[in-house]
Protein backbone atom coordinates (compact mmCIF):
# COMPACT_ATOMS: atom_id res chain seq x y z
CA UNK A 1 0.00 0.00 0.00
CA UNK A 2 1.67 3.67 -1.10
CA UNK A 3 2.03 6.20 1.97
CA UNK A 4 -0.43 8.55 1.76
CA UNK A 5 0.70 12.41 1.55
CA UNK A 6 1.28 14.18 4.60
CA UNK A 7 1.64 10.95 6.81
CA UNK A 8 5.39 11.70 7.72
CA UNK A 9 5.31 8.48 10.56
CA UNK A 10 4.43 6.25 7.27
CA UNK A 11 7.59 8.00 4.80
CA UNK A 12 10.10 8.10 7.72
CA UNK A 13 9.55 4.01 7.89
CA UNK A 14 9.58 3.85 3.99
CA UNK A 15 13.24 5.49 3.84
CA UNK A 16 14.68 3.31 6.86
CA UNK A 17 12.92 0.63 4.97
CA UNK A 18 14.72 1.77 1.80
CA UNK A 19 17.43 2.65 3.40
CA UNK A 20 18.54 -1.02 5.41
CA UNK A 21 17.77 -2.99 2.28
CA UNK A 22 20.30 -0.87 0.19
CA UNK A 23 23.10 -1.57 3.71
CA UNK A 24 21.83 -5.13 3.98
CA UNK A 25 22.23 -5.61 0.18
CA UNK A 26 25.36 -3.88 -1.33
CA UNK A 27 27.07 -2.19 2.14
CA UNK A 28 27.84 1.69 3.36
CA UNK A 29 28.66 2.51 -0.27
CA UNK A 30 25.24 2.01 -1.63
CA UNK A 31 23.56 4.11 0.86
CA UNK A 32 23.15 6.97 -1.25
CA UNK A 33 20.40 9.42 -0.16
CA UNK A 34 19.38 9.84 -4.23
CA UNK A 35 18.56 5.78 -3.81
CA UNK A 36 17.68 5.52 -0.86
CA UNK A 37 14.90 8.14 -2.09
CA UNK A 38 14.12 6.36 -5.06
CA UNK A 39 13.72 2.96 -2.81
CA UNK A 40 10.88 4.90 -0.64
CA UNK A 41 9.19 6.61 -3.01
CA UNK A 42 9.88 9.81 -2.50
CA UNK A 43 11.71 12.78 -4.69
CA UNK A 44 15.94 13.62 -3.33
CA UNK A 45 14.88 16.79 -2.16
CA UNK A 46 12.12 15.40 0.59
CA UNK A 47 14.31 13.00 2.14
CA UNK A 48 16.50 15.94 3.73
CA UNK A 49 14.05 17.35 5.75
CA UNK A 50 13.72 13.62 7.31
CA UNK A 51 17.57 12.84 7.62
CA UNK A 52 19.86 15.64 7.19
CA UNK A 53 22.76 13.72 5.99
CA UNK A 54 23.88 10.67 5.00
CA UNK A 55 25.38 9.60 8.44
CA UNK A 56 22.13 10.91 10.62
CA UNK A 57 20.43 8.11 8.22
CA UNK A 58 22.95 5.76 8.83
CA UNK A 59 22.78 6.23 12.89
CA UNK A 60 19.48 6.25 13.30
CA UNK A 61 19.62 2.76 11.00
CA UNK A 62 22.10 1.49 13.25
CA UNK A 63 20.24 2.24 16.30
CA UNK A 64 17.18 0.54 14.94
CA UNK A 65 19.32 -2.33 14.62
CA UNK A 66 20.95 -1.73 18.19
CA UNK A 67 17.31 -2.35 19.65
CA UNK A 68 17.13 -5.49 17.68
CA UNK A 69 20.19 -6.74 19.23
CA UNK A 70 19.38 -5.95 22.66
CA UNK A 71 15.55 -8.05 22.26
CA UNK A 72 17.95 -10.85 20.83
CA UNK A 73 20.26 -11.05 24.32
CA UNK A 74 17.98 -9.51 26.72
CA UNK A 75 16.22 -12.71 27.48
CA UNK A 76 19.48 -14.48 28.05
CA UNK A 77 20.72 -11.45 29.94
CA UNK A 78 18.23 -11.64 32.71
CA UNK A 79 18.61 -15.32 33.00
CA UNK A 80 21.71 -17.02 31.87
CA UNK A 81 23.96 -18.68 34.53
CA UNK A 82 27.08 -19.88 32.39
CA UNK A 83 28.90 -16.63 31.36
CA UNK A 84 31.01 -18.70 28.39
CA UNK A 85 27.26 -19.31 26.82
CA UNK A 86 26.24 -15.98 27.24
CA UNK A 87 29.34 -14.22 25.99
CA UNK A 88 29.24 -16.70 22.89
CA UNK A 89 25.23 -15.49 22.33
CA UNK A 90 26.01 -11.88 22.93
CA UNK A 91 28.95 -11.87 20.06
CA UNK A 92 28.16 -14.57 17.65
CA UNK A 93 24.58 -12.24 17.78
CA UNK A 94 26.94 -8.44 17.01
CA UNK A 95 28.67 -10.40 14.04
CA UNK A 96 25.81 -9.64 11.86
CA UNK A 97 25.28 -6.29 13.59
CA UNK A 98 29.74 -5.20 12.75
CA UNK A 99 28.89 -7.16 9.17
CA UNK A 100 26.61 -4.14 8.42
CA UNK A 101 27.42 -0.94 10.86
CA UNK A 102 30.60 -1.69 11.99
CA UNK A 103 32.87 -2.91 9.43
CA UNK A 104 32.82 0.12 7.11
CA UNK A 105 32.59 3.37 8.70
CA UNK A 106 33.30 3.86 12.50
CA UNK A 107 30.27 5.80 13.34
CA UNK A 108 31.35 6.53 16.65
CA UNK A 109 34.39 8.74 15.62
CA UNK A 110 32.04 10.76 13.53
CA UNK A 111 30.08 11.62 16.28
CA UNK A 112 33.42 12.63 18.40
CA UNK A 113 34.85 15.33 15.76
CA UNK A 114 30.90 16.53 14.32
CA UNK A 115 29.37 18.83 16.19
CA UNK A 116 26.00 19.42 14.25
CA UNK A 117 25.82 15.55 13.86
CA UNK A 118 26.60 15.08 17.39
CA UNK A 119 23.75 16.48 18.63
CA UNK A 120 20.97 15.58 16.73
CA UNK A 121 18.37 13.66 17.25
CA UNK A 122 19.62 10.50 15.46
CA UNK A 123 22.72 9.99 17.29
CA UNK A 124 21.13 10.37 20.46
CA UNK A 125 18.89 7.50 19.54
CA UNK A 126 21.90 5.64 18.58
CA UNK A 127 23.35 6.59 21.92
CA UNK A 128 20.84 5.42 23.49
CA UNK A 129 20.08 2.12 22.06
CA UNK A 130 24.18 1.22 22.52
CA UNK A 131 23.75 2.39 26.10
CA UNK A 132 20.33 -0.10 26.48
CA UNK A 133 22.69 -3.30 24.75
CA UNK A 134 25.08 -2.65 27.43
CA UNK A 135 23.04 -1.94 30.46
CA UNK A 136 21.34 -5.75 29.89
CA UNK A 137 24.37 -6.97 29.88
CA UNK A 138 25.52 -4.56 32.96
CA UNK A 139 22.49 -6.60 35.29
CA UNK A 140 23.88 -9.86 33.60
CA UNK A 141 27.15 -9.57 35.38
CA UNK A 142 26.01 -7.80 38.49
CA UNK A 143 23.37 -10.80 38.88
CA UNK A 144 26.14 -13.50 38.05
CA UNK A 145 28.65 -11.67 40.79
CA UNK A 146 25.85 -11.63 43.56
CA UNK A 147 25.09 -15.44 42.80
CA UNK A 148 28.69 -15.95 43.84
CA UNK A 149 29.46 -13.66 47.32
CA UNK A 150 32.65 -15.60 47.62
CA UNK A 151 34.09 -14.70 43.82
CA UNK A 152 36.24 -11.07 44.07
CA UNK A 153 33.65 -8.67 42.27
CA UNK A 154 35.37 -6.53 39.66
CA UNK A 155 34.60 -3.42 38.45
CA UNK A 156 31.76 -4.15 36.20
CA UNK A 157 32.08 -0.77 33.82
CA UNK A 158 35.41 -1.89 33.34
CA UNK A 159 34.92 -5.45 32.21
CA UNK A 160 32.34 -4.55 30.26
CA UNK A 161 34.79 -2.03 28.59
CA UNK A 162 37.23 -5.26 27.83
CA UNK A 163 34.20 -7.61 27.02
CA UNK A 164 32.84 -4.85 24.26
CA UNK A 165 36.50 -4.98 22.89
CA UNK A 166 37.08 -8.12 22.50
CA UNK A 167 33.77 -9.10 20.73
CA UNK A 168 34.35 -5.66 18.25
CA UNK A 169 37.73 -7.37 17.75
CA UNK A 170 36.63 -10.79 17.21
CA UNK A 171 33.97 -9.28 14.59
CA UNK A 172 36.48 -7.24 12.75
CA UNK A 173 38.52 -10.02 12.54
CA UNK A 174 36.35 -12.58 11.24
CA UNK A 175 34.29 -9.90 8.67
CA UNK A 176 37.75 -8.62 6.64
CA UNK A 177 40.49 -9.70 5.18
CA UNK A 178 42.31 -10.46 8.38
CA UNK A 179 40.10 -13.58 8.66
CA UNK A 180 42.37 -15.68 5.92
CA UNK A 181 45.36 -14.84 8.46
CA UNK A 182 44.30 -18.07 10.86
CA UNK A 183 42.43 -21.14 10.23
CA UNK A 184 39.96 -20.87 13.81
CA UNK A 185 36.34 -20.76 12.74
CA UNK A 186 34.15 -17.88 14.41
CA UNK A 187 32.48 -20.43 17.12
CA UNK A 188 36.43 -21.86 18.14
CA UNK A 189 37.53 -18.26 17.89
CA UNK A 190 34.72 -16.98 19.91
CA UNK A 191 34.78 -20.14 22.77
CA UNK A 192 38.36 -19.42 23.35
CA UNK A 193 37.55 -15.81 23.99
CA UNK A 194 34.53 -16.51 26.04
CA UNK A 195 36.64 -18.97 28.27
CA UNK A 196 39.62 -16.72 28.78
CA UNK A 197 37.93 -13.80 29.74
CA UNK A 198 35.07 -15.31 32.21
CA UNK A 199 37.72 -16.88 33.80
CA UNK A 200 39.73 -13.53 34.09
CA UNK A 201 37.00 -12.38 35.79
CA UNK A 202 36.61 -14.55 38.10
CA UNK A 203 33.57 -16.02 36.72
CA UNK A 204 34.75 -19.74 35.95
CA UNK A 205 37.02 -21.63 37.59
Not at 30 to 42: C, E, F, N, P, Y
Not at 121 to 138: F, I, R, Y
Request: glycine fraction near 6%.
Amino acid sequence: MATKWGDRDARRRDILTAGAALLADKGYAALQMRDVAKGAGISPGTIYTYFPTKEALFAELYAQRLILLHNAIEPECVSAEDPVALFVLVATEYLDVYRTYGRELNIWSLLDHTGATASSAHTEALTSAAHKVLAALHASLDRMYSARPEIERVDITSALTLLWATITGLSDQFTGVRQHLHTHDWDAAAQFAATTLTQGLGLRP
